[in-house]
């Protein structure tokens, strides 16, 4: 291939200013929620954020990157042609970042997932052709975009129900918090070791059973409950701050717990949303590597970095201040709901991750919170936003679409020597 | 560049701006008495001056209600009925609405109580402003209603405050019965208008002891939900 070198070096540097942009702007949605209910301080919050959105995006993000690599383009139909996928990614790349740019300057509510999988098919449907797209796959994940939320919801809902029937509404609820609080941390811990080893640690090195994963999650989940328990251990608790408003203490220990799915939600985040960058790279690398487009090649270990590094800097340059701005305006949300809602979404986003299905997690975390509404645990919700994200569908999917189409025969145009098509 | 619309699915909650507005009442109420202290001490100068002073804070009150009505759009999906919030507003503000008439109607008129009904007068506007006191512990709790996600045990809590409130306000329908009596058998000696406006003025003092239990009986439809 002539121009090898210039699509591995194009593939990196998009995919890392895409990674940018998802820590830069994404994580600040799945942070804020524990800044906002200051289970966290902004400076915790990114720390947590650093490690949990490295370590989901390097453990845990291989499965959807897989999806977005090779699930969704049938490649049999570029076997002559792999350039064509090049160009393809590299335009869905481009035009996504861009895409995501634009609206996020505006302040339009926009999902990094959307504009990803608009900006492929878009491209395969003009630039190659429409029985390209393995539509089956396309309509599994517009289904997930509509459960996921819907799921996570629900989850929330009965989250928050077990919680006010085991603590809130209780006779003694610090007494209830301080026994019950630890299971959920050990939840915690346990959900998303197990969904993370069940699918498969191979990449470094790490293989192991069903059962064995099993026992690995539950030791796990105890470790994370023995550090909890320390840290709820440590609250000083005093009663006069109980006077004006009586769950004051009982909060503290929510506080506790939500530093936990705090972790959980950056984890998650990262798991499914690396994805978005680097699915695309992985293509690249292993066409221009083989020189076909191979189906079966595994993801290297590199690229998975590359992501990860990618959103990590996103965080530290430019997402620490939307994380601080995004968690001032949330002032209504109590620890006790905001881990509802966080534990809810981390478990939806990380089964979807595991299951290889790109979901935004923006939206999973909307859907919980309305989730914990519904149980009668927020003061007020607006729903224009739950309009406003029927529209970023509407708006999204067309406009990476076509900026996809657009660089792509930009590329095509300064790359291309194959035959004519 | 906020970049987030997350922020934006928390609403302004009501129950803090309808609490402000419980407590403005309720201090609007309490005036009512150096108000009557003034009155049946027949200084006037103190009497205007607390007058005054439920005026303003009427007025202040129904600033409180105003904003808070703007700013319950119809797109907030919340854990209380928009239209009981609207309607514990409405009566939280005729509490305040009774106190305003009742002080209106005595310096209005320049109004004395016979010696014999003072202290009976006093009792009651005191249990009046227990009534709206004990309302106003009642909004207090919406905090910890939502909290729980109106839990069992904090709906029952609330209910007992309330079963106070109603407690409270048949004192002051008791109170009131008295009052009349007293007045009825001052009747020969009294010039008959003056006892046209102290059964006036009897009325619309138990009124607002009725109004602060009907804030009550709100809120408790509100639980009811």
């Given at each position: 291939?002539?121009?090898?070198?210039?699509?591995?070096?194009?593939?990196?540097?998009?995919?890392?200013?895409?990674?940018?942009?998802?820590?830069?702007?994404?994580?600040?949605?799945?942070?804020?929620?524990?800044?906002?209910?200051?289970?966290?301080?902004?400076?915790?919050?990114?720390?947590?954020?650093?490690?949990?959105?490295?370590?989901?995006?390097?453990?845990?993000?291989?499965?959807?990157?897989?999806?977005?690599?090779?699930?969704?383009?049938?490649?049999?139909?570029?076997?002559?042609?792999?350039?064509?996928?090049?160009?393809?990614?590299?335009?869905?790349?481009?035009?996504?970042?861009?895409?995501?740019?634009?609206?996020?300057?505006?302040?339009?509510?926009?999902?990094?997932?959307?504009?990803?999988?608009?900006?492929?098919?878009?491209?395969?449907?003009v630039g190659i052709g429409v029985?390209?797209?393995?539509?089956?796959?396309?309509?599994?994940i517009a289904a997930s975009w509509?459960?996921?939320?819907?799921?996570?919801?629900?989850?929330?809902?009965?989250?928050?129900?077990?919680?006010?029937?085991?603590?809130?509404?209780?006779?003694?609820?610090?007494?209830?918090?301080?026994?019950?609080?630890?299971?959920?941390?050990?939840?915690?811990?346990?959900?998303?070791?197990?969904?993370?080893?069940?699918?498969?640690?191979?990449?470094?090195?790490?293989?192991?059973?069903?059962?064995?994963?099993?026992?690995?999650?539950?030791?796990?989940?105890?470790?994370?409950?023995?550090?909890?328990?320390?840290?709820?251990?440590?609250?000083?608790?005093?009663?006069?701050?109980?006077?004006?408003?009586?769950?004051?203490?009982?909060?503290?220990?929510?506080?506790?717990?939500?530093?936990?799915?705090?972790?959980?939600?950056?984890?998650?985040?990262?798991?499914?949303?690396?994805?978005?960058?680097?699915?695309?790279?992985?293509?690249?690398?292993?066409?221009?590597?083989?020189?076909?487009?191979?189906?079966?090649?595994?993801?290297?270990?590199?690229?998975?970095?590359?992501?990860?590094?990618?959103?990590?800097?996103?965080?530290?340059?430019?997402?620490?201040?939307?994380?601080?701005?995004?968690?001032?305006?949330?002032?209504?949300?109590?620890?006790?709901?905001?881990?509802?809602?966080?534990?809810?979404?981390?478990?939806?986003?990380?089964?979807?991750?595991?299951?290889?299905?790109?979901?935004?997690?923006?939206?999973?975390?909307?859907?919980?919170?309305?989730?914990?509404?519904?149980?009668?645990?927020?003061?007020?919700?607006?729903?224009?936003?739950?309009?406003?994200?029927?529209?970023?569908?509407?708006?999204?999917?067309?406009?990476?679409?076509?900026?996809?189409?657009?660089?792509?025969?930009?590329?095509?145009?300064?790359?291309?020597?194959?035959?004519?098509? | 560049?906020?970049?987030?619309?997350?922020?934006?699915?928390?609403?302004?909650?009501?129950?803090?701006?309808?609490?402000?507005?419980?407590?403005?009442?309720?201090?609007?109420?309490?005036?009512?008495?150096?108000?009557?202290?003034?009155?049946?001490?027949?200084?006037?100068?103190?009497?205007?001056?607390?007058?005054?002073?439920?005026?303003?804070?009427?007025?202040?009150?129904?600033?409180l209600k105003k904003e808070l009505?703007?700013?319950?759009?119809?797109?907030?999906?919340?854990?209380?009925?928009?239209?009981?919030?609207?309607?514990?507003?409405?009566?939280?503000?005729?509490?305040?609405?009774?106190?305003?008439?009742?002080?209106?109607?005595?310096?209005?008129?320049?109004?004395?109580?016979?010696?014999?009904?003072?202290?009976?007068?006093?009792?009651?506007?005191?249990?009046?402003?227990?009534?709206?006191?004990?309302?106003?512990?009642?909004?207090?709790?919406?905090?910890?209603?939502?909290?729980?996600?109106?839990?069992?045990?904090?709906?029952?809590?609330?209910?007992?405050?309330?079963?106070?409130?109603?407690?409270?306000?048949?004192?002051?329908?008791?109170?009131?019965?008295?009052?009349?009596?007293?007045?009825?058998?001052?009747?020969?000696?009294?010039?008959?208008?003056?006892?046209?406006?102290?059964?006036?003025?009897?009325?619309?003092?138990?009124?607002?002891?009725?109004?602060?239990?009907?804030?009550?009986?709100?809120?408790?439809?509100?639980?009811?939900?």
């Amino acid at each position: 291939m002539e121009f090898a070198l210039w699509y591995l070096g194009l593939a990196a540097a998009f995919g890392l200013f895409m990674a940018w942009g998802i820590g830069a702007n994404d994580v600040a949605n799945a942070m804020a929620t524990s800044v906002g209910s200051k289970a966290l301080t902004i400076k915790q919050a990114i720390l947590v954020a650093a490690v949990f959105e490295f370590a989901g995006a390097f453990l845990a993000g291989g499965q959807v990157t897989s999806t977005i690599r090779k699930g969704i383009i049938d490649a049999s139909q570029v076997e002559n042609n792999p350039e064509l996928l090049i160009f393809g990614m590299l335009a869905a790349l481009l035009a996504a970042a861009v895409w995501l740019l634009i609206a996020s300057s505006r302040g339009w509510p926009v999902s990094t997932t959307h504009s990803i999988i608009g900006a492929i098919v878009g491209f395969a449907v003009v630039g190659i052709g429409v029985e390209s797209v393995h539509w089956a796959k396309i309509a599994t994940i517009a289904a997930s975009w509509v459960v996921s939320p819907i799921l996570s919801g629900f989850l929330a809902f009965f989250i928050f129900m077990s919680v006010q029937k085991l603590i809130l509404s209780t006779d003694d609820p610090l007494k209830n918090a301080r026994k019950y609080i630890p299971f959920y941390i050990f939840a915690v811990g346990f959900i998303l070791s197990l969904v993370t080893l069940l699918k498969g640690l191979k990449h470094i090195g790490l293989d192991l059973t069903t059962g064995q994963s099993l026992m690995v999650a539950v030791g796990s989940g105890i470790i994370t409950m023995a550090i909890g328990i320390a840290a709820i251990k440590r609250i000083k608790f005093t009663p006069d701050e109980d006077v004006d408003f009586r769950f004051t203490n009982v909060e503290k220990i929510f506080g506790i717990l939500m530093v936990f799915t705090a972790c959980g939600m950056a984890f998650a985040h990262g798991s499914n949303d690396v994805a978005n960058a680097i699915g695309p790279v992985a293509a690249i690398v292993s066409i221009v590597k083989t020189g076909v487009v191979a189906q079966k090649s595994e993801l290297a270990t590199w690229i998975l970095l590359l992501g990860a590094v990618g959103i990590v800097l996103g965080l530290a340059t430019y997402g620490w201040r939307v994380i601080r701005t995004v968690g001032r305006n949330i002032t209504e949300l109590t620890p006790s709901r905001g881990f509802a809602a966080e534990l809810a979404a981390a478990s939806t986003v990380v089964i979807a991750s595991g299951t290889g299905i790109p979901i935004s997690t923006t939206h999973t975390l909307v859907g919980a919170v309305l989730g914990v509404g519904i149980a009668r645990g927020i003061g007020a919700i607006n729903l224009r936003v739950v309009r406003n994200i029927m529209l970023s569908w509407v708006v999204t999917l067309p406009a990476g679409a076509i900026l996809s189409i657009l660089f792509f025969f930009l590329l095509k145009g300064i790359f291309y020597t194959g035959p004519e098509i | 560049m906020t970049g987030s619309y997350l922020s934006g699915i928390f609403g302004s909650s009501p129950v803090r701006p309808l609490q402000e507005h419980m407590e403005k009442v309720v201090s609007c109420v309490s005036e009512l008495i150096p108000f009557t202290d003034a009155v049946l001490a027949g200084d006037e100068q103190s009497r205007s001056r607390h007058h005054q002073n439920i005026i303003a804070m009427e007025k202040e009150a129904d600033t409180l209600k105003k904003e808070l009505r703007l700013q319950l759009p119809s797109s907030l999906f919340m854990p209380i009925d928009r239209r009981d919030v609207l309607e514990v507003l409405t009566m939280q503000d005729l509490v305040a609405g009774g106190a305003r008439d009742v002080a209106g109607l005595i310096s209005g008129r320049n109004m004395r109580f016979p010696e014999s009904m003072s202290s009976n007068y006093m009792a009651l506007v005191q249990r009046c402003n227990d009534a709206c006191a004990q309302a106003y512990i009642a909004i207090k709790e919406l905090d910890e209603l939502i909290e729980t996600g109106f839990g069992k045990t904090e709906r029952e809590r609330v209910g007992g405050l309330l079963h106070e409130l109603d407690e409270i306000e048949q004192d002051t329908d008791e109170q009131q019965v008295v009052l009349r009596h007293e007045l009825f058998k001052l009747e020969d000696e009294l010039h008959p208008v003056n006892v046209m406006f102290l059964y006036k003025i009897i009325d619309n003092t138990g009124g607002i002891a009725d109004r602060a239990q009907r804030v009550g009986s709100r809120l408790q439809l509100m639980l009811a939900r």
